[in-house]
């Protein structure tokens, strides 16, 4: 499958005749008029986007294919260390030339259930296998030892490692959007994240505690107007104590939009804190603080720091992930964002507001703007490395489009 920014992936059927389910994510932004399935053998068919659901990372097409037999579904989930397939049809892009693999068939097994922390998804309690997989293999069905199909293929962001959304997540999803409607969830407005080190520093939490952390509020939410703070551990939802992201996953999309208060209890500061919060139904598009997001991407803290004694003011790069992403885009602890565009940036507020005034459309509520194409905002960030002449990098922001924010 083929969209205009040639995203490759493989699609299989699913949902009822002439359906086919992919990666949500390379279908953001597709050309429909470009859009082809190609068949095992070697066959091209034009097809349409019936929807997709981001948070789910489920995509749903429609392509006239004859002869195309669905597949017997697994009526529970592989456990570890059951043996499964990962089943895709891989490309090699060769310069500007792209070359389709016969179908691949990787033989594995079942590692890990209830996986989360990949921002592969939204809400992730996810398959883990040990497969090694190609590109273009996203979206291709996960086969248990028996031939039946058990979920399907998110990706693989290390060597040998590979995730797939479980099959019980993806059908009524999937039967909203064949119905073109959109999934009906409830939402709270905080990002939900276990602590680890960097986020430990970035809010001076001490306890080791196992509780999830509200890594992040989004603007104008439920919860934020509830008194929800960032680094806020969450203790407990509805009055059950909770331990993981995915027991309070579970419980916080148990709620219906509009309904009653959902309780939770927070820890901050060392006390508990009780407040109740109102879901309200999920927006099309969750879009992070522009300071909340490039610490995200970056896998680093920024801190706000004044002028003086010589230095410069700005958002300086702290608690570095090594190996993350801001490592590997030649970001150091030490940095300071100076600017943004040719403005200059001297706290989280003016960073904001510079980027926000610049993509009106991207942070606007009118529901009227067209959300199929993307959320993505490109900026020249001003960076001044420590000792050193102040250097332009370009910056794109990874959520939500390419890694998806865990935002209940």
């Not at 040990?130 to 086969?143: F, S, Y």
């Not at 306890?207 to 439920?222: K, V």
């Not at 939500?400 to 935002?407: K, M, R």
Request: proline share 7%; with cysteine.
């Amino acid at each position: 499958m083929v969209g205009r920014r040639k995203r490759f992936a493989t699609a299989f059927p699913f949902g009822g005749p002439g359906l086919f389910l992919t990666n949500a994510r390379v279908l953001v932004g597709s050309d429909e008029s470009f859009m082809k399935v190609r068949n095992f053998m070697n066959r091209e068919y034009s097809a349409s986007i019936v929807g997709y659901d981001l948070p789910s990372g489920v995509g749903l097409l429609k392509a006239a294919i004859p002869e195309v037999p669905l597949l017997e579904t697994a009526p529970t989930s592989p456990s570890p260390p059951q043996s499964s397939w990962a089943v895709c049809y891989p490309i090699v892009l060769e310069d500007d030339v792209v070359r389709y693999l016969p179908v691949s068939l990787h033989r594995g097994k079942v590692t890990a259930t209830g996986q989360s922390g990949t921002f592969l998804v939204s809400f992730e309690s996810l398959l883990r296998t040990d497969h090694a997989i190609e590109e273009g293999c996203t979206g291709g069905p996960l086969i248990d030892s028996r031939g039946r199909l058990a979920g399907m293929i998110l990706g693989s962001p290390d060597n040998g490692i590979t995730y797939a959304s479980p099959l019980e997540g993806l059908q009524a999803v999937v039967a909203s959007l064949s119905h073109h409607e959109r999934a009906v969830r409830p939402f709270f407005g905080f990002g939900l994240v276990m602590p680890d080190d960097r986020r430990r520093a970035k809010f001076g939490i001490e306890t080791r505690e196992a509780h999830p952390m509200i890594a992040y509020l989004i603007p104008g939410s439920p919860a934020a107007d509830a008194g929800v703070r960032s680094g806020d551990l969450l203790k407990a939802v509805g009055g059950q104590t909770i331990a993981t992201v995915r027991e309070a996953g579970e419980r916080l999309l148990a709620a219906a939009p509009g309904s009653a208060d959902v309780a939770l209890t927070l820890e901050r500061g060392g006390g508990e804190r009780h407040v109740s919060v109102r879901p309200m139904q999920r927006p099309e598009r969750v879009m992070l603080d522009p300071a909340d997001e490039i610490q995200e991407t970056l896998e680093a803290n920024l801190k706000e720091v004044a002028s003086g004694a010589g230095g410069h003011p700005g958002l300086v790069v702290a608690d570095l992930v090594r190996g993350g992403r801001g490592e590997k885009a030649r970001y150091k602890n030490g940095d300071i964002i100076v600017g943004v565009d040719k403005k200059s940036i001297k706290s989280f507020e003016t960073f904001d507001d510079v980027i926000r005034s610049s993509y009106r459309e991207i942070f606007s509520n009118d529901v009227s703007i067209d959300r199929r194409f993307g959320s993505s905002y490109v900026l020249k960030l001003e960076v001044r490395p420590e000792g050193q002449d102040k250097v332009t990098r370009e910056y794109v922001n990874m959520f939500p489009d390419f890694l998806a924010p865990p935002v209940y």
